[in-house]
């Protein structure tokens, strides 16, 4: 507390007498107050202890955050204070964070590092390639946001799901993977002789889908989030409460394996080929058919993957699709999507997934029901 507190107090002075235009003397402070860290901390009276930088390292940010504070910024000054009095204060839980890592995921972070901070701002702001379709800036941005959100998913899977069992694995893997989710969930009940808490992961896994798919458009077509929310919501809640209903005769049991890590920086290209594609075909469409061509445009893409049709969604004029129609249409891939966890359920786990698929159905023929109103309001 005294050697910190003097630290800034006397590189608060420093600072002071450099914003007065002393910038010699200010200079011949803080290295003046550097040497004594360095004597100071050089001394280590037991040499089997293993060397630690953090308190000299905390010692001359607290230099610094002094010398800003005394040259006329203190707001920034108490900011930086405080993050470096909770990284110091958090050290167990980051001990304990970092511990539980492992190679694969490093590697994933350090992707995402590229995929978010060494391309993204290099990218080029402007329409370019056929039909003006192409932002190279925006297409990234796309893949930033869609791998971040995923990742999230898959960090929160690490660290809670593993340690509460499979319900717990379903409900966040399935924000970033629920066909990956089903499929290994459907193969452990498949193999196993007496089925335990799997349906209930499954049912869990792919009603986390219905939150998803809102939260994207939101981002990504805010115009439409209205209309598709409404849409979805019978589905959602008739989704969960069917998960409920298999989670009231679910047994403990332990959890799988999450789904692999979701970031890869090749699949991270391959998604941005598709969506430049999405994105040439939607301006086509546009032009050659109108709204009722995109739709049908979204309908096909959503159907190989949801993401993308959202995405390309996103990209489109406010006029070129009404927001209930592409909800409809978006919609629409939902119900392929779960058609085929449904038939994934059924192959792998067979009469066990009965109960899963049934759960499933359930939300679907309320989604068809909900989108044949919605035709209704065209």
């Given at each position: 507390?005294?050697?910190?507190?003097?630290?800034?107090?006397?590189?608060?002075?420093?600072?002071?007498?450099?914003?007065?235009?002393?910038?010699?003397?200010?200079g011949?402070?803080?290295?003046?107050?550097?040497?004594?860290?360095?004597?100071?901390?050089?001394?280590?009276?037991?040499l089997?202890?293993?060397?630690?930088?953090?308190?000299?390292?905390?010692?001359?940010?607290?230099l610094?955050?002094?010398?800003?504070?005394?040259f006329?910024?203190p707001?920034?000054a108490?900011a930086?204070?405080?993050?470096?009095?909770?990284?110091?204060?958090l050290r167990?839980?980051?001990?304990?964070?970092i511990?539980?890592?492992?190679?694969?995921?490093?590697?994933?972070l350090?992707?995402?590092?590229?995929?978010?901070?060494?391309?993204?701002?290099?990218?080029?702001n402007?329409?370019f390639?056929?039909?003006?379709?192409?932002?190279?800036?925006?297409?990234?941005?796309?893949?930033?946001?869609?791998?971040?959100?995923?990742?999230?998913?898959?960090v929160?899977?690490?660290?809670?799901g593993e340690?509460?069992?499979?319900?717990?694995?379903?409900?966040?893997?399935?924000?970033?993977?629920?066909?990956?989710?089903?499929?290994?969930?459907?193969q452990?009940?498949?193999?196993?002789?007496?089925?335990?808490?799997?349906?209930?992961?499954?049912?869990?896994?792919?009603?986390?889908?219905?939150?998803?798919?809102?939260?994207?458009?939101?981002?990504?077509?805010?115009?439409?989030?209205?209309?598709?929310?409404?849409?979805?919501?019978?589905?959602?809640?008739?989704?969960?409460?069917?998960?409920?209903?298999?989670?009231?005769?679910?047994?403990?049991?332990?959890?799988?394996?999450?789904?692999?890590?979701?970031?890869?920086?090749?699949?991270a290209?391959?998604?941005?080929v598709?969506?430049?594609?999405?994105a040439?075909?939607?301006?086509?469409?546009q032009?050659?058919f109108?709204?009722?061509?995109?739709?049908?445009?979204?309908?096909?893409?959503?159907?190989?993957?949801?993401d993308?049709?959202?995405?390309?969604?996103?990209?489109?004029?406010?006029?070129?699709i009404?927001?209930?129609?592409?909800a409809?249409a978006?919609?629409?891939?939902?119900?392929?999507n779960?058609?085929?966890?449904?038939?994934?359920?059924?192959?792998?786990?067979r009469?066990?997934g009965?109960?899963?698929?049934?759960?499933?159905s359930?939300?679907?023929?309320?989604?068809?029901g909900?989108?044949?109103?919605?035709?209704?309001?065209?």
């Amino acid at each position: 507390m005294r050697t910190f507190t003097l630290l800034g107090l006397v590189s608060g002075l420093a600072g002071l007498i450099g914003s007065e235009g002393q910038a010699l003397a200010a200079g011949a402070i803080i290295a003046g107050a550097a040497g004594v860290l360095t004597v100071g901390y050089a001394h280590r009276p037991d040499l089997s202890q293993k060397p630690d930088a953090t308190t000299p390292a905390a010692a001359i940010g607290t230099l610094g955050l002094g010398f800003v504070a005394g040259f006329g910024n203190p707001a920034l000054a108490i900011a930086g204070a405080t993050i470096i009095t909770l990284l110091l204060a958090l050290r167990e839980e980051t001990h304990h964070f970092i511990e539980r890592l492992d190679e694969d995921d490093v590697k994933a972070l350090a992707r995402y590092a590229v995929i978010a901070g060494a391309v993204l701002p290099f990218l080029p702001n402007g329409h370019f390639g056929p039909l003006g379709a192409w932002n190279p800036q925006k297409l990234w941005l796309v893949v930033v946001l869609v791998t971040g959100f995923s990742f999230l998913g898959y960090v929160a899977n690490r660290i809670f799901g593993e340690r509460h069992g499979t319900i717990a694995t379903a409900i966040i893997g399935g924000a970033y993977s629920s066909t990956a989710v089903t499929q290994s969930l459907a193969q452990r009940l498949g193999s196993e002789e007496r089925g335990g808490a799997e349906p209930t992961g499954i049912a869990f896994a792919t009603a986390v889908m219905y939150l998803r798919v809102p939260v994207l458009v939101a981002v990504l077509a805010t115009r439409v989030f209205a209309p598709i929310s409404l849409i979805i919501l019978p589905a959602l809640a008739t989704a969960w409460a069917a998960g409920f209903w298999l989670y009231r005769k679910a047994p403990r049991h332990a959890g799988p394996a999450p789904p692999g890590n979701p970031i890869r920086l090749l699949p991270a290209l391959g998604f941005v080929v598709f969506v430049a594609i999405a994105a040439v075909a939607a301006k086509w469409a546009q032009g050659s058919f109108g709204q009722s061509g995109i739709a049908v445009l979204l309908l096909i893409i959503g159907s190989m993957d949801v993401d993308v049709a959202i995405v390309t969604l996103g990209g489109l004029a406010p006029a070129a699709i009404s927001p209930l129609l592409a909800a409809m249409a978006i919609s629409g891939t939902i119900i392929i999507n779960m058609g085929v966890k449904i038939g994934i359920t059924l192959v792998y786990a067979r009469l066990k997934g009965l109960s899963a698929a049934l759960a499933m159905s359930s939300s679907v023929v309320v989604l068809a029901g909900a989108i044949a109103i919605a035709w209704t309001q065209l």
